[in-house]
């Protein structure tokens, strides 16, 4: 069982596929060739399913950070004999820069340890289990290092000292001195082709340097948001590109499958995959933190993987496979034991099977964030369906946005999405070459908001409900001032902002998404997403002070490399869900901005 706290992971990316390594250097998580492809490291959900160690090989103090504006991690170990220097990245391609990033990534995974001063003993442990463990390849010594065989992929390790093999596991030894460097590389290729050659220590060591390079290319050409929280807002916005399949421009909503909400419980779920209820939120902190390069990226994906569903008056799916894939059905790993025993360990999420309807709001409102001139006739169309759509069907139950998995409900939010569907649409009519159907929209849009604001808000709650003619509270519906339905100074709005604040966050300050039974066991952690929606909506209502305490509070959970879990434990305060969670990261930007927009100084 895997016991590791989440947060001791830092997080490499190659625009493609991830991995995760622990802060005493084993990488213990890797997916590649994509962010959703079968792991061939696990550890993190299983002890015995793959890691691969380099570190010192007696106690250390270790620190670590991300080099400068990089997504390459710089881990430190100092010995009572000397110090060592671990370098890790996944490697891009050879002299991409800027928006290039991950169009032509090797599949390699970078490692150098230096000795900086004295003498350092370093073991290296490689012991790959490909398909999550389920496979214990052979392995073949090769000149430079050593080549695994099993399952789908070929696997060369490039290793320029002696590696003792057993019981498929590959080990070494060796004592760095001053000035002295162990340059490793693992590379992944398809079965059906030769393996891939070794890499010599130079050209590792080059391509560290030309990986850190392309990062800092990006990071200066992304340099544009001037506010609050700068340096945590450019971090957020290098944490969103890492997140992105660079073949589409899909972002997931993190990089691992079933690190729990509720440890020990089964509230596990899979989360590499992209979700159409993040794009509008998703679009607003790209245009703070990246550029628009990004954001059409993201909307072309969503728009041509969803292309030709609305004709079929099917409902329109939630969630996509990174290369556009609609059917992700879920599966169970029964020989995996889970984080902290956290099980079932699940791959496939069948939330894709949900009808939400918010996801036309979030389309609709996507679009307009981007705010073209004119649309191509495939985009065109398919955004006329999506308005027409959320006409037709805003007055029917779903499963709501944080897809309980229970009985369809009237839930306030997607009722909510459907009038920005329909009010995002009215604005966009010109480019649609829909004017004739504005008064349509117009009137389904104003009876939305009847709707909303006779059946949606309880007086005796004091608050916008979670569903229509409901009693209890909803996260969720700290959206109302953030789409524009209601001004942050409606009273309405103050007084649900300030009961979400005192009945729906914990003793640190931070928020649940609601306290409702939804069909599951356990208790689910505080969202670090619904905290900086609090943050955000405080800005919008005048409390801006408020908000920047709130601000803190939420990003004071991210751990020492600037990474945010999806939640937090009531009990613990440790993070828990998946990690790093893109919706946490999103939401950090949108609330920097917000607080920003406020006219407040700088915060530290």
Not at 62 to 89: K, P, S
Not at 218 to 245: D, I, K, N
Request: proline share 6%; glycine share 10%; charged share 25%.
């Amino acid at each position: 069982m895997s016991t590791r706290a989440i947060s001791d992971y830092a997080l490499l990316s190659d625009c493609r596929s991830a991995a995760l390594v622990s802060s005493d250097g084993s990488v213990d998580w890797l997916c590649s060739p994509r962010f959703d492809s079968p792991a061939i490291f696990a550890r993190l959900l299983d002890e015995n399913a793959g890691h691969w160690s380099v570190g010192p090989a007696c106690p250390a103090e270790i620190t670590r950070r991300y080099l400068d504006d990089t997504l390459v991690v710089e881990t430190t170990f100092r010995t009572a004999t000397g110090t060592a220097v671990l370098r890790d990245a996944l490697a891009l391609g050879r002299r991409e820069r800027g928006h290039a990033l991950g169009a032509a990534s090797p599949s390699a995974l970078l490692r150098e340890v230096t000795c900086v001063e004295g003498q350092v003993p370093i073991t290296v442990d490689f012991a790959p289990r490909p398909e999550f463990g389920l496979i214990r390849p052979l392995m073949e010594p090769v000149r430079g290092g050593l080549v695994a065989r099993g399952g789908a992929q070929v696997l060369t390790l490039s290793c320029p000292v002696e590696l003792r093999v057993r019981d498929a596991t590959a080990r070494a030894t060796v004592t760095l001195r001053a000035g002295q460097r162990l340059g490793l590389a693992l590379r992944i290729g398809p079965v059906w082709e030769p393996a891939p050659p070794c890499w010599r220590p130079w050209r590792v060591h080059r391509r560290i340097g030309d990986t850190a390079q392309g990062w800092r290319s990006w990071s200066r050409a992304h340099a544009r948001y001037q506010g609050p929280w700068q340096e945590l807002v450019g971090h957020s916005g290098r944490v969103l590109r890492a997140l992105t399949f660079a073949p589409t421009g899909a972002i997931v909503a993190a990089v691992t499958t079933s690190l729990p909400e509720c440890v020990g419980g089964e509230r596990n779920w899979d989360y590499r995959y992209t979700w159409v209820r993040d794009a509008s939120l998703t679009l607003q902190a790209l245009a703070t933190a990246a550029c628009e390069k990004e954001e059409t990226a993201f909307f072309s994906f969503l728009a041509g993987a969803a292309a030709g569903l609305l004709d079929h008056d099917t409902d329109l799916p939630i969630m996509y496979g990174v290369g556009g894939e609609r059917d992700l059905s879920e599966r169970t790993l029964p020989h995996l034991t889970g984080w902290r025993g956290s099980a079932p360990v699940r791959i496939g999420n069948d939330a894709w099977r949900q009808r939400q309807l918010d996801v036309y709001g979030e389309l609709l409102d996507a679009a307009h964030e981007l705010s073209p001139g004119r649309f191509d006739p495939l985009t065109r169309s398919f955004l006329l369906g999506a308005a027409e759509s959320a006409a037709r069907r805003w007055q029917e139950p779903d499963q709501g946005m944080w897809e309980i998995r229970g009985p369809s409900r009237h839930f306030l939010h997607s009722k909510l999405m459907c009038w920005v569907a329909l009010d995002r649409a009215v604005a966009l009519a010109p480019a649609l070459g829909a004017t004739d159907r504005v008064p349509f929209w117009e009137d389904t849009r104003e009876r939305i908001r009847a709707a909303i604001l006779t059946r949606g808000w309880n007086e005796d709650a004091g608050a916008f409900t979670q569903v229509l003619d409901g009693t209890d509270l909803d996260a969720s519906a700290l959206m109302l001032p953030l789409v524009g339905f209601l001004p942050g100074d409606d009273p309405r709005v103050r007084s649900t902002v300030e009961a979400v604040a005192t009945r729906l966050a914990d003793r640190r300050g931070l928020v649940l998404r609601y306290r409702t039974r939804d069909g599951l066991t356990g208790h689910e952690g505080t969202f670090l997403l619904c905290t900086f929606w609090l943050a955000h909506a405080l800005a919008l209502t005048g409390q801006a002070g408020r908000g920047e305490r709130v601000f803190r509070t939420a990003a004071s959970h991210a751990n020492d490399v600037g990474l945010l879990a999806e939640e937090v434990d009531q009990a613990t305060g440790e993070p828990i869900g998946n990690f790093p969670q893109a919706f946490s990261h999103i939401g950090l930007i949108n609330a920097a901005r917000a607080i920003g927009d406020t006219g407040r100084p700088s915060c530290p």
